[in-house]
């Protein structure tokens, strides 16, 4: 019986396969079709949105963003930010 041992040498799997698409064509994905929507801090909306002046501290706001990052809207509630999203006929894509 003629018996052959081989040795793998390990390799990882992004080695191997190659992206689909870039980090920039991933962002680029749904752009003017489709946005997201995020809650923040008035602290990390006052980040965000350096030009608000009076926004009161210790709140929670709602943020709509275009697919690749770019915000769109500050709202105080999360209907007002859907709302804003179906004007201008944006799908909105759920966040993990």
Not at 35 to 44: F, G, M, Q, R, V
Not at 67 to 79: E, R
């Amino acid at each position: 019986m003629n018996t052959k041992t081989t040795t793998a040498k390990s390799t990882d799997m992004h080695d191997i396969i190659a992206p689909v698409m870039s980090e920039l064509e991933l962002a680029r994905l749904g752009g003017g079709e489709v946005a997201y929507i995020k809650t923040l801090t008035s602290a990390e909306a006052l980040e965000m949105f350096p030009q608000i002046e009076g926004l009161p501290k210790g709140i929670a706001l709602f943020s709509l963003h275009a697919a690749d990052g770019t915000p769109i809207a500050l709202t105080d509630t999360l209907q007002a930010a859907i709302g804003h999203a179906e004007e201008d006929e944006l799908s909105i894509a759920p966040l993990h």
